[in-house]
């Protein structure tokens, strides 16, 4: 398949991309300062012009997504939306443009994460982010098949335990490359509308 990889430089792309180039497809890796192409999904021009210059593709992952942590009383209204933008709607414009770009029955597949359902302390800006993407994902299923759309949900990564360990005490971590997997799963199985929580 060929793929486009959204978020390909950080942690998670690196390893998304590994766990699906060692499964022989093809990535287009895509970042905004790095990869094959450097494009910021924030922005809907640049999206239309990514999938301008990319053409035709079987999947579409994203593993990009940015939103602020701070307390509740010192988040400001403008705080909120460039979490929503820089989260939600990035991600949404991806499905929402692509879906005349990938194959008949070729897939999306998101990024959420576990505060969704777990929130913390200074999260509510990821949580608002996260839930607002797994209803979407849910929504969208039923409307774009037989392509297909996902997200992976993941709790705090094993190897960043030592800078985010703290913010999530008692919970259990993933390793990267198993939330990895979950983008193979999502890619190359079957289901649709699902969130894949590790």
Do not use: C, W
């Not at 890796?29 to 035709?56: C, F, K, M, N, P």
């Not at 979950?182 to 699902?194: D, I, L, P």
């Amino acid at each position: 398949m060929k793929i486009l990889l959204i978020g390909a430089t950080g942690k998670l792309g690196t390893a998304v991309h590994e766990a699906l180039a060692a499964r022989s497809h093809e990535i287009v890796t895509v970042g905004r300062s790095g990869g094959d192409l450097q494009y910021d999904i924030t922005d809907t021009a640049q999206v239309t012009e990514l999938y301008d210059r990319v053409g035709q593709v079987d999947a579409v992952v994203s593993a990009a997504g940015d939103v602020l942590y701070k307390p509740v009383t010192e988040m400001t209204p403008d705080d909120y939306t460039s979490a929503f933008r820089g989260k939600v709607l990035s991600q949404i414009d991806l499905v929402r443009q692509g879906v005349s770009r990938i194959a008949e029955r070729g897939s999306f597949t998101l990024i959420t994460g576990v505060l969704a359902h777990e929130p913390i302390p200074t999260g509510s800006a990821a949580s608002m982010a996260n839930g607002a993407l797994e209803a979407f994902v849910r929504a969208a299923a039923i409307e774009i098949a037989p392509q297909r759309i996902n997200a992976v949900s993941p709790t705090v990564f094993t190897e960043s335990l030592a800078k985010y360990g703290d913010f999530f005490p008692g919970v259990p971590s993933v390793a990267v490359a198993d939330v990895a997997q979950a983008y193979v799963r999502s890619v190359e199985g079957a289901q649709t509308g699902q969130v894949y929580a590790l």
